[in-house]
């Protein structure tokens, strides 16, 4: 990037901060309230954030260039251990975190700061604002700036849960929840907020299945309880060293993970010592339910950190299980290694259990030989477990082995059998996350079990309806989701809402020891840019910032005059803020990135609707997907992403931003491409000297070609405002950027230069740009002696500029002639000397009006008008000349859409047209251009070129 790029950059940015043109302030135009989703305070943002935030800032200012008035305000999102765990890392002076932060721009003198908390929070709030939203010229409401971890921020918050207990959507009951074993509960979800890997980890609900074994109880973990009803034997992994547990004066085997997951869910689990696995193959154990003796034998797919380490043997439904009963049957060696009875492991035979659709009566026997699988361990062994079990859910039924429960469904009777086995003792329950998880602090996240968890109620049914409801009458983006969330809606239950631990975040206003979490408080924020501004103006003490005062500016509640008594703000203040609630309210747009898919956009609108009133649910949600890395999703936390400052520095904000508005559809990943932004670069100053040439042109009389410009640029602005109801920035960058500049660089090219056309086209296509490229446009704006921020300029209208169809379907037949000129050059290999062009006799342009007149009256067919032209005197005259070609006519209509019809019903005086080009065309071909009727009988036709002329698309002979 030039420095004369950083140096524009930096001067608009100051003169539209020192201007205020982002402050937002109650008037009577129309407004528009537009947010991104906070980001989290984890770390330095990346290049990939820009992308999301980037398109607010183009989105409103193309908002109020279109006289809306705008609001755009920003915060951060400190809730949680982001901030407690980096100080941690630097005060520990941890080598890794140190290099990050200093890579990415950190002073070191100011590393001593940040060993507390706070102070990692007010450092990256300044980071954010200063080198991230103001350095790409955001225009954010800054004066509504506000942080989760701010106290006024706090008492919001504490607001929204009495409106949510008023509701009785606060919910208390035993819940085992995701903890850090030092830092307690965390969330586990696709933004990853408290954790450093394993976002997408789910929970996985295990029966524990108890095994009597002489004195001890050997424990089985399965996810299909229901299956118990064909176990066969017994797996153990010789390999691994098993534990005894004492559990309620049993003694269980399990393995040293699971017991170390089990204790922080049962509370009387004593360790009592171990035992190898090796020790167990051969004896016998009695199974639950079907309460037969199974053999116990050996299988190294048993993994001591999935489950318990021990597993119960179903080779009729589970492929491990029967891949590895078969290779063990077939494997002398190893059943003398253990002492096992050949002719007992060899009768062991699968039991069908489920009958499921598309199956016989043993999936995994099936399953296996379909699929070739002949070894453990197979990678495809995954797939065939997952195809049988999820057919085998739901759409299965309880064989006639299963006893009492033969013939149910299997997604029936799996909660039953479970329940019944946790009745009769031979189970329990343990929970486990489906993969590793790692909370930010570096420590590992387990299940623990919470006795007195408060929950949100979000699986209310009436709350479910009516968010249900207006999610149909949003505009959500992109389509699918909007169709999606209804689901979403649906499934979306009971969320826990607090934790205890080490944690940033606001004390729940029932019970102190629990700080909400980051999820819950950060659904209703947008509402709270309303009331921050007067927070941190010093117009609202914090001990004005009461339940009175809340209820009242947002729900009406209360008269003024009492709640100014009760609070000390005055009763002009609280009228402004209600005033500004009511005009502000609801939020137009809440963007962000596709993780909040599943959690955060749902919990944002449940709130909405169960605490405000209907007239202030939001209207939309745009999701945005991400800028990824080589090797997928970029993570702020890990470091490895260009820092944003560098990014800027390398090539210049508004390259960025071209490409973050041009490079793909919003709704589909990019891979970071900093050759892709090299050309976008290139792009933007390709269209510098495209503006610089036009402004030193000479001046030139106006001519049909300036007719088609000023038409072009009208239609352009009407597209940009069709592509902009749907916020399609794609669209609007590809016609600002790459149509505009194509039509600019052909006006040229045919000899424009009208002075009165390129003030309006410079003045229309400068402002086009403002909302991508705002600091290349007000740089031009000013270049071209307009007056004012080309930001707060009307966006161009459709109407501005004169339309005139004649005039573009006019110049686009020149280029379709020229096109085809070339094409002859370019297979013959001519140098032309002579080129003649013969436009179309006037009877072949008769019998394409007829068939034209036919197609509009939708009476078109090749019999029809074969029949009208007959009918024509003049026509007729021409016998089967005029026959053919009405056939051929007739054929070539009936296969044009409506649009290609109505192009070949513009009126284009070809001759006069082409004769007025004939100056261009001959400096373009370095050749003398002669321009004929095809019924010209003087023309020049030495090779009777004429007769193939057609309207639209004229002869064309070359010497």
Known sequence: MSSWTAEIEAKWQQRWYEAGIFEANRDDRPKFMMIFAYPGLTGYL??????????????????????????????????????????????EKDQKTIDYLLANGCPPEKLAELTEPQKVVDFFNQVYV??????????????????????????????????????????????FAPACVECGPVAVDASETDLSKGGNAETNEYTLLKFRCGDLFLVAATLRPETVYGQTNFWVNPDVEYVKVRRKGELW???????????????????????????????????????????????????????????????????DDWISLKLLQEDEAIMARYGLDPTMVRAIEPIPIIETKGYGPLPAVEMIAKMGITEAGDPRLDEAKKAIYKDGFHTGRMSSNAGQFSGMKVEEAKELIKQMMIESGEAELFY?????????????????????????????????????????????????????????????????????????????????????????????YPIYYLVSHYYNSGQLPLSSLTEEFFDHVYLGKGDASQVAASTGVSVEVLERIRKDVSYWYPLDVNLGGKEHMTVHFPAFLMNHVAILPEELWPRGIFVNWYVTGKLGKISKSKGGAEPIPDAAERFGVD????????????????????????????????????????????????????????????????????????????????????????????????????????????????????????????????????????????????????????????????????????????????????????????????????????????????????????????????????????????????????????????????????????????????????????????????????????????AIYVE
């Open 46 to 91: 990346h290049v990939g954030h820009m992308r999301g935030y980037t398109y607010v800032d183009a989105i409103t200012r193309y908002k109020r260039m279109c006289g809306f008035n705008v609001l755009f305000p920003v915060g951060t999102h400190a809730t949680g251990n982001g901030a407690i765990s980096l100080a941690k890392r630097i005060r």
């Open 130 to 175: 200063n080198q991230y939203w103001k350095r790409f010229g955001f225009l954010a409401d800054w004066r509504r700036f506000t942080s989760t971890t701010n106290p006024d921020y706090g008492q919001f918050i504490q607001w929204q849960f009495r409106k949510l207990h008023d509701r009785g959507l606060l919910i208390q009951k035993p819940y």
């Open 253 to 319: 085997v399990i393995s040293r993970p699971s017991y170390d997951k089990m204790r922080y869910q049962k509370d009387d689990l004593t360790l009592e010592g171990t035992i190898n696995g090796t020790e167990l193959i051969g004896k016998t154990c009695v199974a639950p339910v079907i309460h037969r003796e199974l053999p116990v034998l050996p299988a190294t797919f048993c993994k001591p950190d999935v489950g318990t380490g021990l597993v119960t043997s179903v080779p009729s439904d589970a492929p």
């Open 655 to 954: 390259a960025l931003r071209l490409y973050y508005a041009n490079i793909a559809s919003p709704f589909a990943d990019v891979e970071w491409d900093e050759s892709a932004i090299d050309n976008y670069s290139s792009r933007i100053d390709r269209i510098l000297r495209t503006v610089d040439e036009l402004k030193a042109l000479p001046g030139a009389e106006r001519q049909k070609v300036d007719d088609w410009l000023l038409s072009r640029m009208s239609n352009r602005a009407l597209t940009i405002a069709r592509a902009m109801e749907e916020y399609d920035l794609r669209r609007t960058s590809n016609e600002v950027y790459f149509e505009t500049l194509s039509d600019v660089r052909w006006y040229m090219r045919r000899g424009g230069g009208n002075a009165h056309t390129i003030s309006h086209l410079l003045r229309s296509w400068i402002r086009m740009m403002a909302p991508i490229t705002p600091h290349v446009a007000e740089e031009m704006w000013a270049g071209t002696g307009e007056q004012g921020f080309v930001s707060t300029t009307p966006f161009p209208s459709s109407e501005e500029l004169p339309k005139d169809a004649l005039a573009e379907a006019s110049e686009n037949y020149l280029k379709e002639v020229i096109t085809d000129i070339n094409e002859i050059l370019k297979v013959t290999g001519i140098t032309p000397r002579k080129l003649y062009l013969y436009v179309s006799p006037k009877w072949k342009r008769d019998v394409l009006e007829l068939g034209l007149d036919l197609a509009r009256s939708k009476q078109l067919s090749v019999p029809g008008l074969t029949k009208a032209v007959m009918a024509k005197d003049d026509l007729k005259r021409r016998g089967k000349e005029s026959a053919d070609f009405a056939r051929k006519t007739a054929e070539d209509l009936l296969k044009r859409s409506e649009m290609e019809l109505n192009k070949l019903a513009m009126d284009i005086d070809e001759k006069a047209y082409l004769q007025d080009a004939a100056v261009f065309l001959a400096r373009e071909l370095g050749c003398e251009v002669g321009v004929y009727s095809a019924d010209d009988p003087t023309a020049p036709d030495p090779q009777k070129k004429a007769r193939a002329a057609q309207p639209h698309r004229p």
């Open 432 to 524: 486990d996350l489906s993969e590793e998880v790692i909370c930010r602090c570096g420590r590992p996240v387990v299940i623990r079990k919470v006795p007195d968890q408060w929950f949100i109620d979000y699986a209310n049914p009436s709350l479910t309806e009516d968010s249900k409801r207006h999610a149909r009458s949003m505009q959500i983006l992109p389509q699918d989701y909007y169709v999606n969330i209804q689901g979403v809606l649906d499934w979306f239950r009971e969320r826990a809402c607090v934790r205890q631990g080490n944690w940033l975040g606001t004390r729940f206003p029932y019970d102190s020891k629990w700080i909400i979490e980051a999820i819950s408080d950060s659904t209703l």
